[in-house]
C-alpha cells in the first residue's frame, strides 16, 4: 500500500488569517460508507510501511492552479506539424514553434481564467468556537473568522464548496464574486457530515443585488487520466482573488484521513480523490479543478504542506448525484448503505489474499475491530455480510475511477439498488434499499 501523510488544515483566524490543522493521508484506511469512521486506519498504519509528510488543508480561499502541460487541446496538430524527424530518427523542434506553443499554452489558459472565473466565488464565514482558556472553569465563546473558495451551480444562486470551509458553529457566510461585489445573504443549505467521505457543502445566494451569476460548466471526471493537463481558480491566501495556476493530475483513487490537531474532534476519512501538482493555496478549499475545456472535474480539498506539488481534490462525478438532488429539492439527503468498506487495489487484495482486485470490501469484524455492517441498518436488513466484496451497483463497476460512494450519490435515500457481490468466491445478487445519511447544517 502507500505510504501515510501527515498534514495540516488551515483555517483563517481573526488575527492572523490562520489556524492548522494536522491530516493523515493514507491509501489504506476505511472510508465511512455513509456512517461513522473506522479504526481500521491505525491498525493499517502499524501493520505497513509508510512515510509521513505534512500536509495542509485549504480552507482559506484560494483558487486551485491552473495546470496546463503539453498534451493542450486545440494545438496539438500544429505542434506536432512544427517538429522535425531527422535521419536517425531524433525528434527535434525549433525555437520558433517552441515559442509559439507557449504562447499557445498562455493563451488557452488565459481563455480558461477569463470562462471559469465568473464562476469562482470567495466564501467569507464568521463562526464561534469555545476558546482554549477559561472563565471559573468554562471556555467562553470565540468568534472566528475563516474563507474559502466556492462554485456557482446556477443561475439562482446554489454555490457549492467544501464542509469544512462552513464548520460547525457558522453563524454568518458572505460570498464575494470575481467582479469584487460582497453578497451578504447567503445561507448554508447543507453540509455532509463529519463521518461522510464527502467535504460538502452547499450555500444559497437568497439575494444577488442584481449581479448576474454565471454556472461553471460540470465535467466528466470519470474520463480524466493521470498526466491530464487541469486549471484551477480560487482566492488564494483568503485576500488574492482569482489566483490561477496550472498543473497535472499525478494519481487518482487517493484516500485521506483527516486529523484535526484538536483532540475533540475525530478524524475526517475522505477517499478517491484526485492528486494533482498543480500549486495548490491556503484558501483553495471549496474550488473548482477545471479540464483544458474549462469544465470542472474536481473540487480542491487539501494540500500537502511539507511536500512538493501534493494536492487532492475531489472528483465531481462523486458529487453530481448531490448536486442534482440540491438543485431539484432545494436540500441535501446523502443515500446510506451503512457499511464500512475498504476500496480495494492490487495491495489490498494481495495484502488480505482476497479473490477479486476491485470493488468494496466489508472487512471481518477482526480487521476493523468491530462490526463492520451497522446494526438495523440497509445493508443489515438486506443480509450484507463482512467478507463481502461489492463490485457493482446496478450493473456499473466499482473501480479506482468509479467509487462505491460516487455510485450510491446517483441515487435517492429510499430508493432500491441491486448490488452484486463476491461472497466466499461465488458472485450473488442483493438488493438495497437506501437509508438517508445524517447531514449537518449550518445555522
Request: glycine share 12%.
Amino acid at each position: 500500500m502507500e505510504g501515510n501523510i501527515d498534514t495540516d488544515k488551515t483555517n483563517t483566524d481573526s488575527e492572523a488569517g490562520k489556524t492548522e490543522r494536522e491530516y493523515t493521508v493514507s491509501s489504506s484506511h476505511v472510508p465511512a460508507a455513509r456512517l461513522k469512521r473506522s479504526p481500521l486506519v491505525a491498525q493499517v498504519k502499524r501493520e505497513l510501511p509508510g512515510w509521513s509528510h505534512r500536509l495542509r488543508r485549504t480552507t482559506v480561499v484560494a483558487v486551485a492552479g491552473i495546470v496546463v502541460v503539453s498534451a493542450l487541446v486545440g494545438y496539438g496538430a500544429g505542434r506536432y506539424g512544427a517538429e522535425h524527424v531527422s535521419s536517425d530518427g531524433i525528434i527535434t523542434t525549433t525555437l520558433g514553434s517552441q515559442k509559439q506553443i507557449v504562447t499557445s499554452e498562455s493563451q488557452l489558459i488565459g481563455t480558461i481564467a477569463r470562462t471559469v472565473g465568473p464562476s469562482v466565488v470567495s466564501v467569507n464565514v464568521t463562526s464561534t468556537s469555545q476558546n482554549t482558556g477559561s472563565f471559573f472553569g468554562y471556555g467562553l465563546p470565540q468568534s472566528e473568522q475563516s474563507a474559502g473558495t466556492g462554485i456557482i451551480l446556477t443561475s439562482s444562486g446554489l454555490i457549492i464548496t467544501n464542509r469544512h470551509v462552513v464548520p460547525d458553529g457558522t453563524t454568518s457566510v458572505s460570498v464575494t464574486l470575481s467582479d469584487g461585489t460582497e453578497l451578504k445573504d447567503v445561507s448554508v443549505v447543507g453540509r455532509t457530515s463529519a463521518s461522510s467521505s464527502l467535504d460538502v457543502a452547499f450555500l444559497k445566494i437568497n439575494n444577488a443585488e442584481g449581479k448576474k451569476l454565471t454556472p461553471a460548466q460540470l465535467g466528466d471526471s470519470s474520463k480524466v487520466q493521470v498526466g491530464d493537463d487541469v486549471v484551477a481558480i480560487g482566492n488564494a491566501l483568503g485576500q488574492f482573488q482569482n489566483t490561477v495556476t496550472s498543473g497535472i493530475i499525478s494519481g487518482y483513487g487517493r484516500s485521506v484521513q483527516a486529523s484535526s490537531a484538536d483532540a475533540s474532534q475525530a478524524p475526517e476519512n475522505l477517499e478517491n480523490l484526485f492528486q494533482t501538482d498543480a500549486a495548490i493555496n491556503e484558501g483553495n478549499s471549496g474550488g473548482p479543478l477545471t479540464n483544458l475545456n474549462g469544465q470542472v472535474i474536481g473540487i480542491n480539498t487539501a494540500i500537502a504542506g511539507n511536500a512538493q506539488s501534493i494536492g487532492f481534490a475531489i472528483p465531481i462525478n462523486d458529487i453530481i448525484g448531490l448536486v442534482r438532488q440540491v438543485e431539484t429539492t432545494g436540500k441535501l439527503q446523502q443515500p446510506y448503505l451503512g457499511v464500512y468498506y475498504i476500496p480495494l487495489t492490487d495491495d489490498v487484495a494481495q495484502q488480505y489474499s482476497l479473490g477479486s482486485r476491485r470493488g468494496a470490501w466489508i472487512p471481518p469484524v477482526g480487521v476493523v475491530g468491530q462490526n463492520p455492517i451497522v446494526a438495523g441498518g440497509p445493508a443489515d436488513k438486506a443480509g450484507l455480510q463482512a467478507g463481502d466484496i461489492i463490485t457493482k451497483i446496478d450493473g456499473t463497476t466499482i473501480n479506482q475511477t468509479t467509487s462505491l460512494t460516487s455510485l450510491l450519490d446517483k441515487d435517492q435515500p429510499g430508493q432500491t439498488v441491486t448490488l452484486t457481490v463476491v461472497r466466499q468466491g461465488k458472485t450473488v445478487t442483493v438488493k438495497v434499499a437506501l437509508g438517508t445519511a445524517p447531514t449537518n447544517v449550518a445555522q
